[in-house]
């Protein structure tokens, strides 16, 4: 059960240097991370690519950040977004702090009448917030078996829903920023 004072709300000027450093802590100790997710948000951010960016706040501390970009299939169909990097606070994982972001991210997302939203993570993670592993639509380079999507329209996608060309400028894959 997330602490009752933490308060999610859209990120706003000023956050930028409390997100970067969130991030980048939250991936320290991760083995899979290249090291490069918060420069990543800066790029979707400079690039006009952080469709959303949501922050947790307690006691007036940013303790958790999920990004949102857009993501696309190949003929260009619009509405598919793909989710992260995600990051909580080392100290505060576990509280159910994250879990809030993706909710609060999906249901703005439905509410954007989105078609669905990507990710490459832990599928044991993100099954419960209704993510599906597709291997079978997976963007070449990306690690089939992490390849997840969660449908928000009418029908599941049929076709391959590539991420922002970012993801792939750094040295890490999106698979390592879901
Ligand atoms: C992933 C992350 C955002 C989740 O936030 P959180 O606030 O700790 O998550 P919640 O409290 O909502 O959920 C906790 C549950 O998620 C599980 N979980 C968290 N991260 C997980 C992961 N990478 N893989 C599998 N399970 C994970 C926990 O084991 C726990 O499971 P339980 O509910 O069965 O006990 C946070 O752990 C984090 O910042 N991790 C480092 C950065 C990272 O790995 N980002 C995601 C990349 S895929």
Redesign the pocket.
């Known amino acids: 059960m997330a602490h009752l004072d933490t308060v999610l709300r859209d990120e706003q000027p000023g956050d930028e240097a409390a997100i970067y450093q969130l991030t980048r802590r939250?991936?320290a100790?991760?083995a899979f991370?290249a090291g490069d997710e918060q420069d990543l948000i800066n790029a979707l951010r400079e690039a006009g690519a952080l469709s959303m960016s949501l922050v947790a706040v307690r006691d007036d501390q940013i303790v958790?950040h999920i990004a949102f970009s857009p993501a696309s299939t190949a003929d260009k169909v619009r509405g598919w977004y793909a989710l992260?990097?995600?990051?909580?606070d080392?100290a505060?994982?576990?509280?159910?702090?994250?879990?809030?972001?993706?909710e609060a991210g999906l249901v703005r997302l439905s509410t954007l009448k989105a078609a669905g939203c990507i990710l490459t993570?832990?599928p044991?993670?993100y099954r419960r917030f209704g993510f599906v592993v597709r291997p079978d639509l997976a963007p070449p380079g990306e690690p089939a078996k992490y390849y997840m999507v969660r449908p928000l329209g009418n029908s599941s996608p049929n076709e391959v829903v590539f991420f922002h060309p970012l993801f792939h400028q750094g040295p890490a894959k999106a698979s390592?920023?879901?």
Do not use: C, R, T
Request: proline content about 10%; hydrophobic content about 35%.
């Open positions: 939250a991936f100790p991760m991370a958790g992260g990097p995600v990051s909580v080392p505060l994982q576990g509280q159910g702090i994250g879990g809030q972001l993706i993570g832990n044991i993670y390592d920023k879901g």
